[in-house]
């Protein structure tokens, strides 16, 4: 049966590359629906993955729906070991063909994971929750929670989600189809720095269209393993930092779906 959360086939949730007319991606109440969102990628993470192209979408899930909570250089450390990444891939073959060492069994590539959850998930998700408790209305309108059927962003953050949505989709389309001449790769530099909010590096967009750098070769080569650890080191944080900041430095009312009014006679 094919997952709801995940029906174009990605490991991340449907939410992050959805229409905003999906019914099926929102939960009873802002806390809740993170809940719900984090087990699910805990459980992606217990499946196992198919490509190395899935683990770096799922990791800034994991980033999202920790609110920007994960050790900074997590994402680095991860993508840059082979065996890590290795243990990652539901398929033995698949294992081996990353890394010669990689365990063949499956017992070994689940502790690994459940590790994985143990060191960096839960610890995230536990300061997502307690940061978001307090900030997280559960109503839309004076009446209360009396007319909100269910709540439709992240964490009820709808600047949070709308920033997690931009981030999500760029990284998707850069890991499959990076730009190639000097016009995209500039537009690319210019909607990562929107995306983090001016959290990149001072000077990023001169060393991205610089011809004889890593990053100008890395883009305009295609899909790579060097992209992937590119992302991972620099743009990878830059995101973190500011899902960080948007839950830290503003307060929303949640925002929901509610029933429809009707309108008033007269």
Do not use: Y
């Amino acid at each position: 049966m094919t997952d709801p959360m995940a029906a174009d086939g990605h490991h991340a949730l449907k939410w992050l590359a959805s229409d905003d007319d999906s019914v099926d991606r929102s939960f009873a109440a802002g806390l809740d629906s993170l809940r719900a969102q984090q087990r699910h990628l805990q459980q992606n993470l217990r499946d196992g993955f198919q490509t190395r192209t899935e683990v770096l979408e799922w990791c800034h899930a994991v980033d999202v729906v920790s609110g920007g909570q994960t050790p900074e250089r997590w994402h680095e450390d991860l993508v840059k070991d082979r065996w890590e990444v290795a243990c990652l891939m539901a398929d033995a073959t698949d294992r081996v063909s990353i890394c010669e060492q990689a365990p063949q069994d499956d017992a070994t590539a689940d502790a690994f994971r459940r590790g994985l959850i143990r060191k960096v998930l839960l610890p995230a998700f536990q300061s997502a929750t307690e940061m978001l408790r307090e900030r997280v209305a559960e109503f839309s309108d004076e009446e209360g929670v009396k007319d909100a059927e269910r709540i439709q962003f992240v964490a009820g953050r709808p600047r949070l989600h709308q920033r997690a949505v931009e981030q999500h989709g760029i990284l998707r389309w850069t890991l499959r189809d990076p730009p190639r001449v000097e016009s995209e790769v500039m537009a690319w530099a210019e909607d990562i720095i929107h995306m983090t909010e001016g959290h990149v590096r001072s000077g990023f967009i001169e060393d991205v269209l610089d011809r004889h750098g890593e990053w100008w070769h890395s883009l305009t080569k295609g899909p790579s393993v060097r992209l992937e650890w590119l992302l991972a080191g620099e743009i990878f944080p830059a995101m973190n930092a500011t899902l960080s900041e948007l839950v830290t430095n503003s307060n929303e009312l949640a925002d929901v779906a509610g029933r429809a009014k009707e309108v008033p006679p007269g």
